[in-house]
């Protein structure tokens, strides 16, 4: 069965700062990797987009990066802001379907 | 901007009772897709849809699920006799292309069932 599993689950940062977040996959093969940012009662909306041969794509203060070799992808977000607080997903499409695999989220909360 | 647009933003109804959710996607987009997310839970595939028929769906999506494109611009799930697990965040969403096209998503509907 297809996994993406993200950690970690939750994180409160001060606003301003640097964080990561971790996304492990087994999809294997695959099309590409997405990271979403969805608000609370909000639908996700896509921040990058990556395919196998890629390793880094960057939007504005976001950048991710994928290993295909060990599975794992990282959302960095830099210079946080209060706006950033959201569940962040990692989302895995299956090589030759369009079944989507998401993750459970990384809860972010940014404090002043 | 063009966006996805869902009707209606909150559903409450009682066990049993059949409900229909509406979704408008994108104008110029030609696959789409339903997706649930239980409260506290990830999201989850239901279905996806292209050229009036289904395309591929999970293992959640049993007979009690429906879609349909009734006209050329909205998108319809149809659950026909509700339970109580199926208290749900519904999101659709559509793509221009499919695999590794951009998915784009609708705002979501919350469905309560009592």
């Known amino acids: 069965k297809n996994q993406v599993e993200q950690s970690p689950q939750s994180l409160i940062i001060l606003e301003g700062k640097n964080c990561t977040l971790q996304?492990?996959?087994?999809?294997?093969?695959?099309?590409?990797l997405r990271w979403y940012k969805q608000d609370t009662g909000r639908g996700p909306v896509s921040l990058t987009i990556?395919?196998?041969?890629?390793n880094t794509k960057s939007n504005g203060r976001y950048t991710a990066t994928l290993d295909a070799d060990t599975k794992q992808s990282s959302l960095h977000i830099t210079a946080s802001q209060l706006s950033d607080s959201a569940s962040y997903i990692c989302?895995?499409?299956?090589?030759?379907?369009?079944?989507?695999?998401f993750g459970k989220g990384n809860q972010v909360v940014v404090i002043p | 901007e063009p966006e996805v647009t869902q009707t209606p933003s909150h559903q409450v109804t009682q066990m049993g009772q059949e409900v229909i959710l509406r979704c408008v996607p994108i104008?110029?987009?030609?696959?789409f897709y339903w997706y649930r997310q239980i409260l506290g839970q990830k999201v989850e595939f239901l279905v996806s849809?292209?050229?009036?028929?289904?395309?591929?769906k999970s293992e959640i999506f049993d007979d009690q699920f429906s879609v349909e494109r009734p006209d050329g611009s909205n998108f319809t799930l149809k659950i026909r006799s509700t339970k109580l697990e199926d208290s749900a965040m519904y999101f659709c969403?559509?793509?221009?292309?499919?695999?590794?096209?951009?998915?784009?998503f609708g705002p979501g509907t919350r469905l309560t069932v009592t």
């Open positions: 104008s110029n987009h030609l696959y």
């Open positions: 989302v895995v499409t299956p090589y030759g379907n369009n079944r989507l695999a």
């Open positions: 849809f292209y050229n009036n028929e289904i395309s591929e």
């Open positions: 996304c492990n996959y087994t999809v294997s093969p695959f099309s590409n």
């Open positions: 969403a559509s793509s221009e292309s499919p695999q590794g096209g951009e998915q784009y």
């Open positions: 990556m395919t196998f041969s890629e």
